[in-house]
Every structure is written in structure tokens, then in C-alpha cells.
T-cell receptor, first 113, second 112 residues
């Protein structure tokens, strides 16, 4: 799995959009970008994933640059419950990769009231 | 309706004991995993289990053994517990290899 680089921590005001960047300059053509988060004392939670097109679901949007070397996770209206560690993970998609996820240090996102 | 459930939530035991952690998923998933999160909060894969094929992370001591009685369960047995085994252990499942994973809330293991 390709390596990712994320800022250690970020602050965001409640109600504003939280934009979490991730660099993955060594991503391979068959690797997807996955985002998970871990709220304190809970298990990791899947958020979204994508290959090259931008993706949106009920939780967030994922913007992937055209060269696929970086991406941004967007939480459109952050709430206090979004305070968590956010992990950007690059790996092969469905049908491949018998091993588990490789978690880095992630970004600790703190939503300020 | 908890999708991935682990028991117990907390486990405190003495060094040298043998213990088990149970994991059940009601999502109908084909693949299950065990992860370990240490005191520095790093999450590492221990095992993945898909269609009776077990993939073992080579760094996991053989004192740890996963056992799957059926597709919905993947239990973790730990023999001769050591102080360094203190951690939070997470079970997860996915529809198949490479699919998004759903995690349980973890089992906090403390070795005295």
C-alpha cells in the first residue's frame, strides 16, 4: 500500500466546512483513496473512498486531484461530534488486497464551538 | 442492532493466563479481521480471514490464534499473556477483500 502524509492536527469552527488534506504521491493506478475516522474510545468508522472521480455521500465529499497525488476530505458542516482522528489510506479496491488496512498517524480534527 | 460486536468490552487479567475475545458480525460479510491498537494509538492489522483462508501478519506472535466457527464469527485466542499484550483489540468485517471495513468498539485488554 502506498504511503500517505497528513497534518498532525487541525482546528475547525462548528458549522464551517472542514477540509482535511492528504498527500499520496506514490499512489498506483489500481489503488483507491479511503478515509476512515476514529472518535475517542470507539472503533474506526468508514467515511468514503474513491479512485479518481470526486465522490460524495451523506457523511462527506472526497476531492481527488487530477494527477491523483493528493486528495481532500470535506465535511461540509462540521459539528462537535466530528471531533476525531481522520485517517487517509491508499490501497487496492474490491477484489484485491488480502491484508488489512495500514493506518498511519492520521489528522486529529478538533471542532471548536 | 450492532453490526460488529465484541465481547468482552474490558478484560483485565494476569500475566501468563490464556484468554479469548469474541467477535460477531450480523452484516453477512465474507471477510473478518483483527487489529491491535497500542498505547501510542497505532492501529495494526493482525489477521484477515476470508473463505477459510487466514492471512497472518508476520509480526504477530504465535501465541495469538484466530478461530472462526462460522462466517459470522472470528474469535481471538491469546495464550500465555504478556505485559506487552495490553492494548485495545478491534474486530472488523467487510463484504469482501478490499471492500470498506466495519469495526467493532474494541476490547480493552489490560495485563497485570
Amino acid at each position: 500500500d502506498a504511503k500517505t502524509t497528513q497534518p498532525t492536527s487541525m482546528d475547525c469552527a462548528e458549522g464551517r466546512a472542514a477540509n482535511l488534506p492528504c498527500n499520496h504521491s506514490t499512489i498506483s493506478g489500481n489503488e483507491y483513496v479511503y478515509w476512515y475516522r476514529q472518535i475517542h474510545s470507539q472503533g474506526p468508522q468508514y467515511i468514503i473512498h474513491g479512485l479518481k472521480n470526486n465522490e460524495t455521500n451523506e457523511m462527506a465529499s472526497l476531492i481527488i486531484t487530477e494527477d491523483r497525488k493528493s486528495s481532500t476530505l470535506i465535511l461540509p458542516h462540521a459539528t462537535l461530534r466530528d471531533t476525531a482522528v481522520y485517517y487517509c489510506i491508499v490501497r487496492v479496491g474490491a477484489g484485491g488486497g488480502a491484508d488489512g488496512l495500514t493506518f498511519g498517524k492520521g489528522t486529529h480534527l478538533i471542532i471548536q464551538p | 442492532d450492532t453490526a460488529v460486536s465484541q465481547t468482552p468490552k474490558y478484560l483485565v487479567t494476569q500475566m501468563g493466563n490464556d484468554k479469548s475475545i469474541k467477535c460477531e458480525q450480523n452484516l453477512g460479510h465474507d471477510t473478518m479481521y483483527w487489529y491491535k491498537q497500542d498505547s501510542k494509538k497505532f492501529l495494526k492489522i493482525m489477521f484477515s480471514y476470508n473463505n477459510k483462508e487466514l492471512i497472518i501478519n508476520e509480526t504477530v506472535p504465535n501465541r495469538f490464534s484466530p478461530k472462526s466457527p462460522d462466517k459470522a464469527h472470528l474469535n481471538l485466542h491469546i495464550n500465555s499473556l504478556e505485559l506487552g499484550d495490553s492494548a485495545v483489540y478491534f474486530c472488523a468485517s467487510s463484504q469482501g477483500l478490499g471492500q470498506p471495513q466495519h469495526f467493532g468498539d474494541g476490547t480493552r485488554l489490560s495485563i497485570l
